[in-house]
């Protein structure tokens, strides 16, 4: 029989379409169980600063196909020193919050696993971030919203770019990841994407210059990942300009509007899954896990692994790119 009454669920970091879904799933399936539930504003800022609510089931309502999250989200700096989280287990106590589930990427599961171990609170983390670069599950929540997103934009950046004969340079986010650049390519025909995790094994850029970008079309896209590693879209560009002005270079950045929109449905069911499966980890007195869905199926990622290990891009999706864009 578990001990846990009562939860806190929170978001934190950047935000990311499905995390309404993953809050609704975590409140609803914890209410189901007799388990309290107090929703948590800010992250954990929130947490230091007492900004809690107890949920019913009607504070989810309406609300699994929106963007963003209902319980707003913040990168806590306070949270990062002793003292901050001294003061966040204060305010559990004081609620009698038995456990948290918190809902963010990679910064925020740290801030969990930190504070879950100095303090003995069972936390289960649910991999929300559209980078995707958590270790353990094949998709985060938010991931395939984002890359959803990037297609729209590339779609309608390619009109242009036909029409004009231009090469343009789409700087999609991503953190340091590829995935949503790889995938993204692929999915909108992309000639190329380039990815920070082989930045330092191949000059990616000067490869696609030797090869003339595509011979047999006169518009290229290519997709860069945000990274200091691959220079982004600006200094790409900028290198092409000055080494081949015959090339009419263009860069989109997407930016933000990757973070918005309404989750698609994979989103909101992977959200739903994980979100339950929270409660379910909970109830049999896991700890210090992240939820994952591995080839479809509920996984337990322990927060070592999953913050520590790289997660690594599938190589063979390199290879796909580059044959199919001749
Ligand atoms: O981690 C999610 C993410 O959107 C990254 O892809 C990006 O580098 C970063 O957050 C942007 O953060 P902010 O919203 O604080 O500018």
């Known amino acids: 029989m578990s001990t846990i009454k009562s939860i806190g669920i929170l978001t934190s970091g950047g935000d990311a379409p499905g995390m309404n879904a993953a809050i609704r799933a975590v409140t609803r399936a914890a209410i189901y169980a007799g388990i309290k539930v107090y929703g948590i504003y800010h992250g954990y800022r929130g947490l230091i600063a007492d900004e809690i609510e107890e949920f019913s089931t009607q504070n989810v309502s309406n609300i699994i196909q929106r963007g963003g999250t209902i319980l707003k989200t913040a990168r806590c700096k306070e949270f990062q020193t002793e003292e901050g989280r001294r003061q966040a287990y204060e305010t559990l106590r004081r609620y009698k919050i038995d456990a948290l589930v918190v809902i963010g990427g990679d910064g925020s599961l740290t801030g969990a696993r930190i504070f879950g171990n100095e303090f003995s609170v069972p936390i289960v983390g649910l991999p929300g971030t559209i980078d995707n670069d958590l270790y353990g599950t094949d998709c985060t929540i938010g991931y395939d919203t984002a890359l959803n997103t990037i297609l729209e934009c590339v779609d309608k950046i390619r009109d242009t770019a036909t029409s004009h004969e231009r090469l343009f340079f789409i700087e999609v986010m991503g953190r340091d990841a590829g995935f949503l ?146």
């Open 181 to 326: 650049a790889l995938n993204g390519a692929i999915a909108s025909g992309a000639e190329a994407a380039i990815i920070p995790e082989i930045s330092t094994e191949v000059d990616q850029l000067g490869e696609l210059i030797k090869a003339g970008f595509r011979k047999s079309k006169n518009s290229s896209i290519v997709l860069v990942a945000e990274s200091p590693v691959t220079g982004g879209a600006m200094a790409l560009a900028e290198r092409v300009k000055n080494e081949y002005p015959e090339y009419d270079v263009r860069v989109t950045i997407l930016g933000h509007l990757q973070r918005g929109g309404r989750p698609t449905a994979y989103d909101r069911i992977l959200a739903s899954r994980m979100g339950a499966a929270a409660i379910d980890a909970l109830l049999d007195d896991q700890r210090n896990v992240m939820i994952g869905v591995k080839n479809d199926e509920i996984v337990y990622v322990p927060f070592s692994k999953a913050i520590k290990n790289e997660k690594p891009i599938n190589r063979n999706l390199l290879d796909t790119l580059h044959r199919l864009s001749i």
